[in-house]
């Protein structure tokens, strides 16, 4: 029998990428992690602020949880590109690594989403569970036409190490394998960890996380490794709303991920 179709948009099609690469603006951060986050820049708390910020051309998807989607994106929906993030669990969880089904692919549909975005924490007790909720999540977004990116995050009792460069390149190769069109894998620690993280991970792009808020020149310096090392872009938070002048640091983004600067070209944008 001859496939016809398998039911997959390429990314490269979808709103979420632009001349093939993506800069999402993470913003769960108030699940995951508390207001603690929203300590060094009071007004990054206030969901508008960060809606605002993610009107700046660089960005090509804001990622949030059902609350703040419904509450809102219908004022945002012609400028902002909703990567509806389906899963997250707070930092108060104490159990082994899991992270809760907050929406349904489907009410994010309802509400606008553009693209769907689940955490799988492999090497949790709780891995098979969650892989099988992926799978739901991943033939439904199929359905409505959704691109799906996976926050791919070995952790638990199976994981010693979750930045060892082996581990992260497994994260990813197992994001393909799962059927994920994106995964967001945490930086590896070298180039050539880089570069055999977006091997293992195939047609499956990958995006960098941010991670926690580093100074201007440290956190464009890892952009452009992990860019030149064939990552397609980057999922950031903290180290954009982090900062008092957060459209600065997009633009110098832009301009790596987008324009292929300098790190020296992009510094010289997020001082004007
Ligand atoms: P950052 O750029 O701030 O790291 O955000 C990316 C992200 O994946 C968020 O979506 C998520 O809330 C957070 O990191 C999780 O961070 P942690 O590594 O502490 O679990």
Not at 33 to 45: K, M, Q, T
């Amino acid at each position: 029998m001859v496939a016809t179709d398998t039911r997959m948009r390429p990314i490269d099609d979808t709103p979420l990428a632009r001349d093939g690469k993506l800069l999402v603006l993470a913003y769960d951060h108030g699940l995951e992690h508390g207001p603690v986050d929203f300590e060094a820049v009071p007004e990054s708390a206030d969901p508008e602020h960060v809606f605002d910020v993610a009107t700046h051309p660089a960005v090509t998807g804001l990622a949030v949880q059902k609350g703040i989607a419904e509450a809102y994106y219908p004022s945002y929906a012609d400028e902002v590109t909703l990567l509806a993030k389906l899963n997250g669990t707070s930092n108060l969880w104490m159990g082994e690594y899991d992270s809760a089904l907050n929406w349904s692919v489907d009410y994010a549909a309802e509400v606008g989403a553009d693209a769907v975005g689940f955490t799988l924490y492999s090497g949790s007790n709780h891995e098979v569970e969650m892989a099988e909720e992926f799978r739901a999540v991943h033939e439904r977004a199929r359905d409505h036409d959704l691109p799906v990116v996976m926050w791919s995050y070995p952790r638990g009792q199976g994981v010693k190490n979750d930045t060892k460069p082996g581990v992260i390149a497994y994260a990813a190769r197992q994001a393909l394998e799962l059927g994920a069109d994106v995964s967001k894998v945490k930086y590896p620690g070298s180039a050539a960890a880089m570069e055999r993280v977006t091997e293992m991970a195939g047609r499956t792009k990958v995006i960098m996380s941010g991670g926690s808020k580093r100074d201007d020149r440290a956190f464009l310096e890892r952009v452009r490794t992990a860019m030149d090392a064939g990552a397609a872009g980057l999922a950031v938070g903290r180290n954009v709303f982090q900062r008092d002048q957060p459209r600065r640091i997009l633009d110098a983004l832009e301009l790596l991920v987008f324009e292929d600067a300098t790190v020296d070209r992009a510094l010289d944008a997020a001082k004007r």
